[in-house]
């Protein structure tokens, strides 16, 4: 395994498809066939009922803001390039609950419970999920 930058995600043999679909423009989940429950982060077994009987399921890409925070200073590389920038907490429609940014959104449209829509930002060699309005797509 080659060392990966502290800002982007480590891709294994176990990540590999979901960056996979990223790059391709899906959102993917674990799902559990024992307790039948969506999941994320992705994780080799189920948070909810431990069973080892999960698999990959593209998600709907469907999301509702839970809570923002508008980050206005960072001094760690990239993000300081990228301030202003939306930290978000999102749940997503298939019930789990991801942290994210939120783009092309302006800071006073941002409301709790507005609708939002799976996107991608590349970055170096990886696809990033992020979400923005899911009115504007």
Do not use: K, Q
């Not at 939002?116 to 504007?136: I, M, Q």
């Amino acid at each position: 395994m080659t060392a990966t930058p502290a800002n982007l995600p480590d891709v294994d043999a176990f990540t590999r498809p979901y960056w996979d679909a990223a790059a391709e423009g899906h959102l993917l989940l674990r799902h559990c066939a024992a307790c039948d429950r969506a999941h994320h982060y992705p994780r080799e077994f189920c948070p909810y009922c431990w069973s080892e009987d999960v698999r990959w399921e593209r998600a709907s890409g469907r999301a509702t803001l839970y809570t923002w925070s508008v980050v206005h200073r960072n001094d760690l590389p990239p993000f300081g390039e990228r301030v202003p920038y939306v930290a978000a907490v999102v749940d997503l429609a298939e019930g789990p609950r991801m942290m994210t940014e939120v783009v092309g959104v302006a800071e006073g449209d941002l409301r709790i419970g507005m609708e939002l829509r799976v996107a991608f930002r590349e970055d170096g060699d990886v696809a990033v999920p992020v979400f923005g309005s899911a009115s504007e797509r």
